[in-house]
C-alpha cells in the first residue's frame, strides 16, 4: 500500500504506528465499556480496523509485534506472581480432574469439528486446544461484577482458571517441536527441557530471587526495585527459550510463581502490572490486525460450529463434570457458564502456532472470531444459566424433616437430639467462611448455641472446635434447612457469599418458619433489594460497613461527638439500606430466650 505520509524515517514512522495503535485501543476500549463489554474485545475490534491501514499509518506492526511479545512475557510473569496457590488447594478434588478433563473433552470435539472443516491434523488439534482455553481476565470480571467471587463456584472458578492457564503455558511449551513433525519423540524432549527448567529455576531462583528482591528493596529506591522485578522477568523468558528451547512464556510464568513466595510478591506485582497492561494492549491489537473479516463473513457457519463448542458444549461439559465430582447442582450449572469463553491464552496458542506454521490463516482467523463473539456473549450466558438455576431450584419440593425415632446422622443433629427443652438451638448460621467465623465467635463466645451449615468441612471442623454444632450440606437446600432446625431456631444468619445461594435460603428459611427473624450479607443494590423484598430483617454490605466505619473514624477525629457521629451513620445507612436497615430484628412472641450455656 502507498505510504500515506512519505519522507519519514523509519524512527518516526514507528513512533506514529505505535501511538496509532495506542489511541485506537483507547477507542476502541472506551466504547467497549461503554456497551458493556470487556476492553480487550474493543483493543481487537481496534486492530480489525487499523488492519487495512498496515501498511500505511500504522504499518511498522513488526515492531509492534515485537512489543506485543513483550506483553505476553510481563502478562504471564504477573500471572505467576498472582498465582493463587492457595485457592488452588483449597478446590484441588474438584479442579485437578474437572479442569484436565474439561480441555480434553472440549479439545477433541473441537478438534473433531475442525477436522470436518477441512483442517489438516495439527491445525484441527490447535484449534481444538485453543476453544478449550477459557478466559480468565472474562472469567474474573463477570464474577466480580455479580459479587460471587465468594461463593462456592466462584472460588471453584478461580481454581479451575488456574489449571487451565497452567495446562496452557505447557501447550505453548510444546508447540515449537511439534512445527514439522509428526511423533511422539518432540512432546517428550519438550517435556524433558521442562522439567529440566523448572528444577534449574527452583534451585537457582528460590534460593537467589528473593534474597535480591529484600536487597534491592533495602535501598529504598523504586525505580532499581523496578528495574529488578523488569529484568527477572526478561531474563527468565530468554534462558527459557534460548537455553532450554522452550516459549518465552514459560519462563517468565515460572519466574513470577518463583517471586511469588517472596514477602514483596505484592509490590513486585503492583511495579509490573501498569506495563503489563500496556503492552498486553499492544498485543490484542496486534492479533485484530491479523483478522480478516470479510473472511470470517464467507466462512460464518465454520464461526457458529467453534462458537457452539467454546460456549455451549464447553459450560456443558463443566457443569457435568463439576457435578459429578461433588458440587451441588446450582453451583455447577453456574461454574459451567462462566468458563463459556474462550480468550486472551487462546491469542497466545494460536499465535504462536501461527508463527510456526502449525494454523493456516483460515484457521487463525475462526479462532480469533471465536474468542471475541464467545466474550461478548458471555454475561449472557451467565444470565441465562442464573435463570435457568432459578427455575431448578423452586421447583424441588419443600423436603420433610427427617421421621421421628430415626437416630441422628451428623454432629448437628445429635447436639439438636434430645427432648429437654433447653437442648433448642438459639441460632442457625449459614456459611463458615470469613463473615460466618466472625457470627460463630462472638454468638459462642457469650455461650448461646448455634448449628453451622457449610460444604467446607475444614471450616466446620473449626467451627466445632469452638462449640458449635455443625451440619455439613448445602445451606439453600430445603432438607438441610429443616434439618438444622429452623422451626425451632431464634435467628437465621445468612453468611454465605452465593448472591443467588442467599436468596434460595432465605425463600426456603421463610416457608419453614414464616416468622424467624434473618439477618443476612448482601453485596451492592440489586441484592440489597432483592432480600429486602424477601422480608430480611437487617442486612449488611461489606464495602457499606467499611465506609461507615470510616466515616465515624473521620468525624471522631475532627472532634464531632459520639451522639452526632450516631445520627450521621444511621442516615448514610438508611440511605444505603433503605429503612429494613435501620429493623431491629423481631422475635416471635412465645419465644424465651436461652440461658448462656452449652
Known sequence: MPDLI????????????LGVAVAAALAGGAVAVRLRQPPLVGYLAAGVALGPLSGMVAGDAAHIGELAQLGVVLLLFALGVEFPLRELARTRRVVLPGTLAQVLVTGAAGAAVSAALGMGAAGAAVVGAAVAISSTLVVLKILGERGELDSLHGRTAIGWMVVQDLVTVVLIAVLDPLAGTDGVAPVVLAVVRTTAFLAFAYLLGARLLPWLLQAVARLRSPELFLLTVFATALLAAFVSSAVFGLSLALGAFIAGIIVAESDLAHQAASEIIPFRDLFAVLFFVSVGMLLDPAAIVADWPALLALLAVATVFKSVVGAGLARLLGLPRRSAILLGASIGQAGEFSFLLVERALSLGLLDERAYNLVLATAVASIVISPALTRGADRLVRALERREPLLEPPQP?????????????????????????????RVGRVVIRAVRARGFRCVVVDRDQGALDAAAGQGAATLYGDAASPAILRRAGLDRARLLVVAIGDPLASRLAVERARAINPRLPIVARARGQTEIRSLRELGVTRLADPDVEAA???????????????????????????????????AAPREPREAAPDAPGG
Open 6 to 17: 512519505p519522507g519519514l524515517s523509519p524512527e518516526l514512522r514507528f513512533i506514529l504506528g
Open 405 to 433: 425415632g430415626l437416630p441422628p446422622v451428623t454432629r448437628g443433629e445429635l447436639a439438636m437430639a434430645g427432648g429437654d427443652e433447653s437442648a433448642r438451638l438459639s441460632i442457625v448460621v449459614l456459611g463458615a467462611g
Open 548 to 582: 461507615l466505619e470510616l466515616a465515624r473514624a473521620a468525624l471522631a477525629r475532627m472532634g464531632v461527638s459520639g451522639p452526632e457521629q450516631s445520627a450521621v451513620t444511621v442516615s448514610l445507612r438508611r440511605r444505603a439500606y433503605g429503612d429494613v436497615a435501620d
